[in-house]
């Protein structure tokens, strides 16, 4: 059974940033695309980046230029780097393995992140 264990939240200012990390046991990550997703209060989960097996990135609009995700294959993690954060980035953020719009793996704890003054 694949654990994920996010960590790297924290409270920032805006236009800070952090690098979140997964890290994955239990199974290797290496043939998977990875997601990260977060939620917001009251909100459902949301698709933020990927990145494939073979190392191709997408974006959400809202991240596209701040947000940078990648992935070690040796370390069986995957990261998020956030830049220039606003407000409206704050939530808490999960990984997972994604495909056809489903999620494989059963969701960890996550990490918080929230963006204020």
């Known amino acids: 059974q694949v654990q994920l264990v996010e960590s790297g939240g924290g409270l920032v200012q805006p236009g800070g940033s952090l690098m979140l990390s997964c890290a994955a046991s239990g199974s290797n990550i290496s043939i998977y695309t990875m997601a990260w997703v977060r939620q917001a209060p009251g909100k459902q989960r949301v698709l933020v980046a990927t990145?494939?097996?073979?190392?191709?990135?997408n974006y959400a609009d809202s991240v596209k230029g701040r947000f940078t995700i990648s992935r070690d294959n040796a370390k069986n993690t995957v990261y998020l780097r956030l830049d220039s954060l606003k407000p409206e980035d704050t939530a808490v953020y999960y990984c997972?393995?994604?495909?056809?719009?489903?999620?494989?793996?059963?969701w960890g704890q996550g990490t918080q992140v929230t963006v204020s003054s």
């Open positions: 997972n393995a994604r495909a056809s719009g489903s999620y494989y793996f059963q």
């Open positions: 990145v494939s097996s073979g190392g191709h990135t």
